[in-house]
C-alpha cells in the first residue's frame, strides 16, 4: 500500500431537523391544541485513531465527508430522529489543522483516541414549545441549525521513540533489520528507502523501544534535492536522534562533510529538532583493517569536535549493536522517569515538541509555497513564441 502522510479533507456535520407546526385533530376535539414536535439534531463528524491503519491514502481518493442530517419533527409530539456521527479512522500520530484558520485542532497520539472535528446542527423547535396561556394556538416553528463545515489538513507523523538519520546508503535501513524484524529494503543505490520504516527493538523481556527510519538525505535537501526535506517532520516525535554516518563511503566522500551536511539541513528545517538529543554513529567499521579502525574512527570524532555519545558499530555484522540498543534503552527509562517525577521537565518537553511541530509545518508549507510559484513561472514562460506575420501574396 501506497505511503501517504498528508491529506486534505472537507468534512460537514448533518444539519439539525426543522420544527413541526402541527394541531391535534381527533373526534370530538375540536380544539386540540399544538403537537408538532421538535427535530432531531444532526450528526457530528469525529476522527478516531486506529492502529490497523498507517497511511492517509484513503483521504486522497475521497475528500468530502459529510454526517447524517436529523429529522424533523412530526405531529402528536413526535421528535425527529437524530443523524447519525460519521466516525473517520485515522492512523495513530495523526495532527488534525484546520486549513481556514490554521488552528491545531488536536493531536491523536493513541489507540481510540476520539476528535470532533465538525459540531452537528441542533434541532429545530415544534409549535408545542411556544404555547402559553395568551398563545393557545401557536404557529411559531425554528428551523434546525446547519452542521460545522470545516476545510481539514491531516498530518501523519509516525510514533517513534527513536529516529535514524544519515545519508542516503549510511546503513540505516541495515542497521533496524539488524535490530528488529522489520525488513525494509536493502539496495546498493542511493535512496533505496522511499517511505519511514518502523521497527521494534526488543532489549530484553518486557524492555523495547520503536525506531524509525525516514529516507536519506543529501546536501540541499531543503530547496527539494533528492526527496527534500518532508520526511524530517516524522523525527519530531522522537525522543533521540541516532545519526549514521558511513566511516568508508565508495565514492571516497569525507565522513566529516556528510554530518555537517545533514547538521546544515537539520537548522534550516527546525533549529529545535537540530538541537535535539543525538548520538553519532559510526558505521560499517567492518570495512576498515582492524589496526586502522580506531585510528580513522577517533579521528573522525576529532575533526567533528564531537562532545556527545559516539558508538562505533557494523549493521551488517551486528558487532556493537548490542551495547548501542542497551544504551538506548536506559536513556528513554532514564527520560520517562524524569517526566514522571518532575512535572516541570515533562511541560519542557511538551513545549519543545509543540515548537518543533509550528517549525516543521512552516518549513514545509514555504517549500510548498516556493514549488507553487515555480511551477507557475513555468507555466507562464513560454520558449516557443513565434510571430506569425501575415503578409499578401
Known sequence: MKFVDEATIIVEAGKGGHGCLSFRREKY???????????????????????????????????????????????????????????????????????????????????????????????????????????????????????ELRNLRLELKVLADVGLLGMPNAGKSTFIRSVSAAKPKVADYPFTTLVPNLGVVSVQAHQSFVIADIPGLIEGAAEGAGLGIRFLKHLVRTRLLLHLVDVAPYDQSSPVASVRA????????????????????????DMLSEEDRDAHCQAIVDELGWQGPVFWISAL????????????????????????ENPEFAEREAARRRQMDEEARARIEAERQIRREARQDSDDDDDYDVEVVYAPE
Open 29 to 147: 376535539v375540536p380544539k386540540g391544541g399544538p403537537d408538532g414536535g421538535d427535530g432531531g439534531d444532526g450528526g457530528s463528524v469525529y476522527l478516531e485513531a486506529d492502529s490497523a491503519l498507517n497511511t492517509l491514502i484513503d483521504y486522497r481518493f475521497q475528500r468530502k465527508h459529510k454526517a447524517e442530517n436529523g429529522q424533523p419533527g412530526s405531529g402528536r409530539n413526535c421528535t425527529g430522529i437524530k443523524g447519525e456521527d460519521l466516525i473517520l479512522p485515522v492512523p495513530v500520530g495523526t495532527t488534525v489543522v484546520d486549513m481556514d484558520t490554521h488552528e491545531v485542532l488536536g493531536d491523536l497520539t493513541r489507540a481510540g483516541e476520539r476528535l470532533k472535528v465538525a459540531q452537528c446542527g441542533f434541532h429545530g423547535l415544534g409549535n408545542t414549545r411556544f404555547k402559553s396561556s395568551v398563545n393557545r394556538a401557536p404557529r411559531q416553528t425554528t428551523n434546525g441549525s446547519e452542521g
Open 262 to 285: 545533514i547538521e546544515h539541513e537539520l537548522e534550516k528545517f527546525s533549529e529545535t529538532l537540530a538541537n535535539r538529543e543525538r548520538w553519532l554513529v559510526l558505521n560499517k567499521v
Open 317 to 340: 555484522s551486528g558487532e556493537g549493536t548490542k551495547s548501542l540498543t542497551q544504551a538506548v534503552m536506559r536513556w528513554i527509562e532514564d527520560q520517562a522517569r524524569e517526566e514522571a
